[in-house]
Structure formats: structure tokens, C-alpha cells
């Protein structure tokens, strides 16, 4: 086919890697749906006695192993799509890729985008993004790189040099809290307003603590980064290195992905309106 090569004009991924093979690739991009369809089919048979129960101890196991999954595995990835594939009996994709009738409808799909990029009423490219389940910035392992990076960073709005600069945890950029503003649309509240609806995740870089933001509600939050003894070091003054913990990071992540912003007991008794100490 003549426009078989236009998707790579117009589509661009940057979660596709040029090493996989198409089958895997397509296996990659269901993954995040086959886990909407386990969850929703474990809710639905939550309340009621599933139609087949005894599968109930091996969907258990099998969230079990994909909560343990290491994320950059590429191999314990596939692994998990097979047993869902499995579980719905969805046959392997070089079977549907096969099948005549679906054959027909993709290519059905396909010259109908053709017509609609030839007539150019596509003006851009398409980013094709994965779903993946949510998660704060990569941090680096030592504090002092962060720092290096951040310290003398301008504001983006008013290019001033940020006083008591606080990284948004959500998009990488550098705010400035409520009882420093360099300006408005960089504080933090408005910030969060824009970039979390109303929820945001900042690291004070020069406190190394975190500031947790829920419309006008601020709450603290212990640092992620601790010295070579595991204690914190706030504001830097004993001057040690400090390293990134895996496991409080985690922490952090998994309150602000469950929305414990909200409930959390640890965030509701510190959190205040407006400036507070950190
Ligand atoms: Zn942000
Ligand atoms: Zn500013």
C-alpha cells in the first residue's frame, strides 16, 4: 500500500520503542486497558458470587505480582499482559492480526484517516501517549544535583531569581511559595490550580522538605532525601550529602495517587490555610 508509510509522518510516539517488534508493541499500549477491564471485572464481581469464582484466588495472585512488577521491566511487563490475555481468552495477536474481518475494519480505519490527512484537515501530529499509572517526577539520587540545578533557576513568568524556589513535583517547574511570591502566576496555589487541578506536590528546594498544596490548604511533608545515617537534614545545615530515599518517595507517591490529600490523618492535623513553617 502506497500511504502504508504516512503514520510515521503523522504519528509520533515517544513511548514506542523502534526495537519492538509490532506485536509486542501493540501488547504494550493494551497493558494499561487489560488492568482497567481486571479491575472493573473484580468490582463487578465483588458484591455477587463470580460466574467462574475459583478464579478469584488467581486474579489475587495476579495483582499481587503486578503491584511487585518493577516498572522498567520490560520482560515482567509482557508477562503480565499474557496472564491477562489469558484470563479474558483473548487469543494472541498474531491470531487477530490474521483474523480476515478485523483485517477489513482496520483497513476501513485507515483509509478514512488517509482521506482526512490528504484533504489536510489534520494541521499536526498525532502524539500517541500511553496510559501508565500516575506517578510524581524522577527525582536525582543526590540532593546536591538537584540543587546545583535548581538554585539559580528564574522564575518562567517574571524572570526573577526565585528566593524560596519550590519544584512542582507534577511537571518540573519552579514555583515560589505563598509567603515568598516573585509573582502570581507562579505561586504555588495558582500553580496547582493550573497544573493539578487544585492539587499540588512541591519540594522546597532549600528546605529539602515537601509542601503539599490542596486549593488554599498547605500541609508539610517529611523530605524524601535523608544522609548517609537516615536523618534528615533540614535546610542543609550540617552540610552532609544527601540521597534520595526510594521508600519515602514511594510513600509520598502512593498518598497523592490514592487522593490522601484528603484523608490521610498524617496531612489533615498540619494542614493550615495559607503560610505556614515548615
Ligand atoms: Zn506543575
Ligand atoms: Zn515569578
Not at 498525532?126 to 539559580?152: G, N, W
Not at 517574571?158 to 524556589?165: A, F, R, Y
Not at 532525601?225 to 509520598?252: Q, T, V
Amino acid at each position: 500500500m502506497a500511504e502504508s508509510r504516512f503514520p510515521d509522518k503523522y504519528f509520533v510516539s515517544n513511548h514506542m520503542d523502534s526495537s519492538y517488534s509490532i506485536r509486542s508493541a501493540i501488547q504494550r499500549f493494551t497493558f494499561p486497558y487489560l488492568r482497567r477491564c481486571l479491575l472493573l471485572w473484580k468490582l463487578v464481581n465483588s458484591s455477587t458470587p463470580a460466574p467462574f469464582s475459583d478464579m478469584n484466588r488467581e486474579l489475587d495472585a495476579t495483582f499481587q505480582a503486578m503491584d511487585n512488577m518493577d516498572e522498567s521491566s520490560d520482560v515482567l511487563e509482557l508477562r503480565g499482559v499474557q496472564e491477562l490475555e489469558k484470563m479474558f481468552k483473548i487469543p494472541s495477536v498474531d491470531i487477530v492480526l490474521k483474523d480476515q474481518n478485523i483485517r477489513h475494519l482496520v483497513q476501513r480505519w485507515f483509509h478514512h484517516l488517509f482521506k482526512e490527512f490528504e484533504l489536510n484537515r489534520f494541521k499536526w501530529v498525532v502524539h500517541c501517549t500511553r496510559a501508565s499509572p500516575f506517578k510524581l517526577m524522577e527525582l536525582p539520587h543526590v540532593y546536591q544535583d538537584l540543587l546545583r540545578r535548581y538554585i539559580k533557576q528564574r522564575c518562567p513568568d517574571c524572570n526573577s531569581v526565585l528566593e524560596e524556589p519550590a519544584l512542582c513535583l507534577l511537571c518540573g517547574r519552579l514555583c515560589s511559595p505563598t509567603w515568598k511570591p516573585c509573582c502570581r502566576e507562579s505561586g504555588c496555589q495558582a500553580h496547582s490550580t493550573a497544573c493539578g487541578a487544585g492539587t499540588g506536590v512541591f519540594l522546597m528546594i532549600r528546605r529539602t522538605t515537601i509542601l503539599l498544596q490542596r486549593s488554599a490548604r498547605q500541609a508539610p511533608w517529611p523530605s524524601p532525601y535523608l544522609d548517609a545515617f537516615g536523618e534528615e537534614d533540614i535546610e542543609m545545615h550540617r552540610g552532609k550529602p544527601l540521597y534520595l530515599n526510594e521508600e519515602r518517595y514511594a510513600a509520598l507517591n502512593y498518598m497523592v495517587a490514592s487522593h490522601g490529600f484528603d484523608r490521610s490523618s498524617k496531612v489533615l492535623r498540619q494542614t493550615t490555610l495559607g503560610a505556614f513553617l515548615l
